[in-house]
């Protein structure tokens, strides 16, 4: 006795459970042993179960027909690999299916691209049936590439049967039907056809329809996706879904039951106003997905429970009064401290952390409470003091970085035009970094007529990255000024970096040195992307290359250097991979092949204009998504 008294003096939970129960539980005892014996009785063991045996036996007929069409496509299948010499045999088969399985209504065996050389690309013999005659012909057509279907692709890719949503084929049969897609492998494992049975889906909607436990019971069906497939509306089949419809009538529980149907779920569902309330039974077609929902009225389905409901409502009424009145004054009285817990809590919210807190003089829930609300209040000083901190830390460090950027891009020419006193050349250059500093870099400058231009691409980013862009900037003009060909220049440069190099960053380097008057290049690769080469007479290429290694790999590597002569018009489009390897928010590339069909259609702008308007491309390619690398451009114009 003593250990219970402790425990309801101890306990602000236990105390108010108790109150509750205490006048709760003879009362609901009572009104729920009336309706368990006789509302569970006569209606979820009568009625209930009247409606799900009629939809469980519509259910197994469908899984029954499913399963006779699987069996016999298996069946046929090893007929397919025994004519496999004989394509045209393939229009017997399919017409042997039709004959031997009602409910089919069209049949094809869709070959691989060009699998029979002689048939071309497209290869399907197709049979279906037109009132009681069976007709063939070939399925794939210009406007219909079955190749591309779900009912082919699906499959395909799966690498096992599949059930299709139901679809309107009008490319076969011209009605909405459900395909079964079997795939067929030869010896070696390797698909070469797709054996497909179609069913009509009025099959399906009047079976559904026939489910009719009461006099005024409908009924509907939905695919996987929450499509509907059978409706008392057929203007919703194939054009509405579930989900739509809930939106639509704004119907929570209409969705709730389409999240049930979709995921395979069987049970009921109640929803609806009192007159025209609604209980749904449903369960799942196990070899499709699909699912089947019967709706019956609550008044048939609960006929019987009218009057017993009546005293249940009369005895609950008077319960939850008595209820309700001794829970109000009985919470009133013990949830007094946290009112003034939600003044204090308001107050912390407010930025107030010193705020007092009521004084607790129990050993309960609300102690525990009280203790809690007075570590947050410690806890949320010493965070803000920590966040202060960080956000001076994290500013300085923003501010440095800006710095470091203004003095990266003060390393590259920005002035253009680059050379406007000459009427020989015309260049132009644009670097984007991916963060505030970046790896790239470019150059260029004019000694002796000769046209000196480099684009090169650090291994990673950020700060380290820039560091060696500027080593590898200054490098490259003081190393041009001891050696006259690339090769030579570029070899200097790599055992430089190459030298002490722990940190293993590289280099992508391309070099090149034009002679203005003449027109003959020499340049040297170092592991960078290829340049385009668009030539006066109109054609655009990319630059064979030496695929020599990058900068700072390996000190004493010898690089070589190739020439090549650019004619007055030609132009020359420079980048690095931030290019072609920018990506959009699906994670396709820029790639290369867009690159060079773009540069055709583009070739005769000027250097200005076709770098800015690349950059524009790679930018509406992305669409959004974030850039993930240095981004370099240069393009220069022999005149």
């Given at each position: ?133 069976i007709y063939s012909k070939q399925l794939g057509t210009k406007d219909y590439d079955y190749h591309y279907m779900d009912w082919y692709q699906i499959p395909k890719l799966l690498g096992k049967a ?326 030579e220049i570029v070899t200097s440069l790599n055992d430089t970096l190459a030298e002490n190099n722990e940190s293993n960053m590289f280099c992508t380097f391309f070099l090149g040195i034009l002679d ?124």
């Amino acid at each position: 006795m003593n250990i219970f008294m402790k425990k309801i003096r101890g306990s602000f939970s236990f105390r108010l459970s108790l109150y509750i129960l205490c006048v709760s539980v003879p009362v609901f005892v009572l009104a729920f042993f009336s309706y368990f014996h006789s509302a569970r009785k006569s209606v979820k063991a009568e009625s209930i179960e009247r409606a799900q045996v009629a939809m469980d036996n519509t259910i197994l007929q469908i899984d029954q027909v499913l399963n006779s069409v699987e069996t016999a496509v298996q069946n046929f299948s090893w007929l397919v690999a025994d004519k496999l010499e004989q394509p045209d045999y393939m229009y017997v088969l399919t017409q042997q299916m039709l004959r031997s399985n009602p409910h089919v209504v069209g049949c094809a065996i869709a070959f691989e691209p060009s699998y029979y050389l002689e048939k071309g690309v497209m290869y399907s013999p197709y049979s279906y049936r037109d009132g009681n005659n069976i007709y063939s012909k070939q399925l794939g057509t210009k406007d219909y590439d079955y190749h591309y279907m779900d009912w082919y692709q699906i499959p395909k890719l799966l690498g096992k049967a599949y059930w299709s949503e139901p679809y309107y084929d009008d490319g076969g049969a011209d009605l909405i039907m459900t395909t079964y897609s079997y795939p067929l492998y030869d010896s070696a494992g390797k698909l070469y056809a797709i054996f497909t049975a179609d069913l009509s889906l009025e099959w399906f909607t009047d079976k559904v329809e026939a489910i009719k436990p009461y006099p005024n019971s409908f009924n509907m069906m939905i695919g996987r996706g929450g499509k509907f497939l059978v409706h008392w509306n057929k203007e919703c089949i194939l054009n509405e879904t579930v989900f739509a419809t809930s939106k639509l009538v704004n119907g929570e529980e209409l969705k709730e039951l389409g999240h049930q149907m979709v995921a395979g779920e069987r049970g009921m569902l109640s929803f609806g106003e009192s007159k025209t309330e609604l209980t749904m039974f449903y369960a799942p077609v196990k070899s499709t997905g699909w699912s089947v929902a019967v709706a019956c009225l609550h008044s048939d389905v609960f006929a019987g429970v009218d009057s017993l409901l009546n005293i249940i409502v009369i005895i609950g009424f008077l319960g939850l009064l008595l209820l309700a009145g001794f829970c109000y004054m009985t919470i009133r009285r013990q949830v007094a401290p946290l009112t003034r817990f939600a003044g204090s809590a308001k107050e912390i919210a407010q930025g107030n952390f010193t705020t007092s807190l009521p004084t607790i003089n129990t050993q309960d829930e609300m102690k525990q409470l009280h203790d809690s609300f007075e570590h947050m209040q410690q806890s949320l000083v010493a965070y803000i003091d920590e966040l202060k901190d960080t956000t001076a830390k994290k500013e300085r460090i923003e501010s440095e970085l800006r710095i470091a950027r203004e003095i990266q891009m003060g390393m590259v020419p920005k002035i253009f035009p680059a050379f406007p006193e000459r009427e020989d050349v015309d260049l132009y250059a644009k670097l984007i970094p991916a963060k505030e500093v970046g790896g790239d870099l470019y150059d260029f400058f004019i000694e002796d007529n000769k046209l000196y231009f480099i684009v090169g691409d650090v291994s990673g980013k950020g700060v380290p990255a820039s560091l060696v862009m500027a080593v590898t900037c200054r490098l490259f003009r003081t190393v041009a000024s001891h050696f006259q060909k690339p090769s030579e220049i570029v070899t200097s440069l790599n055992d430089t970096l190459a030298e002490n190099n722990e940190s293993n960053m590289f280099c992508t380097f391309f070099l090149g040195i034009l002679d203005l008057q003449t027109g003959y290049m020499q340049y040297c690769n170092a592991g960078h992307n290829a340049p385009v080469v668009m030539r006066a007479s109109g054609k655009t290429e990319f630059m064979e290359v030496v695929p020599n290694l990058p900068l700072g790999l390996f000190e004493g590597f010898p690089y070589d250097g190739q020439e090549c002569t650019l004619m007055k018009g030609d132009s020359l489009f420079l980048y690095t991979d931030g290019v072609t390897e920018a990506e959009n928010i699906e994670k396709r590339l820029y790639s290369d092949e867009h690159l060079l069909d773009f540069l055709v259609m583009h070739r005769h702008e000027h250097p200005s204009g076709l770098v800015e308007k690349v950059f524009q491309d790679i930018v509406c390619h992305a669409a959004g998504a974030e850039q993930s690398d240095d981004i370099t451009i240069m393009c220069l114009k022999y005149k």
